[in-house]
């Protein structure tokens, strides 16, 4: 069984959490993974720009940012996977969604799925959509293009 840890900085923690664990579960049981932790971290440009500019030496917002941990934890003599750390930039999700045309919903989805495809390793050389990595991205999102996350009442608040 996976379980998730949903924080937020410098924004309100959003209402959608659960419906946020639920579908990262559902690309993580696509991926076949089982007995992942993983985190999450809401946050604004300037906080995710911060983070930017001390990890990837990037003096720039971005719109999500992975921190592969890869570590094991025994708990009650069960083990569980911590993956690491996914940062979404609630006003990049909101600008890109704008810039793409597409609801917040679906580019959240995206975000989601490219950080989890990031903890499990996978890295992309540019934002070619002939990279794997993409590919797999745009893959899953079409599989699970049913599971929403931000109600369409909601979009990105």
Known sequence: MNRASV??????LPAWTEALETFSFKVLS????????????FCSNSFIKSLNARYRKRDEATDILSFPLG???DE???????????????????????FFGVSGDEELRRLVIHGIL????????SNDSGEAMLRLQEDLLLKLKEEHIIPVREEVS
């Open 7 to 12: 924080k937020a900085e410098e924004v309100p």
């Open 30 to 41: 696509a991926l076949g993974r089982d007995r992942w932790i993983l985190s999450f971290l």
């Open 71 to 73: 570590e094991t934890l």
């Open 76 to 98: 009650d003599g069960q083990k569980f996977y911590l993956p690491g750390d996914i940062v979404i930039s609630l006003e990049a999700l909101e600008e890109n969604s704008r």
């Open 118 to 125: 990031h903890l499990d390793g996978m890295d992309h050389q």
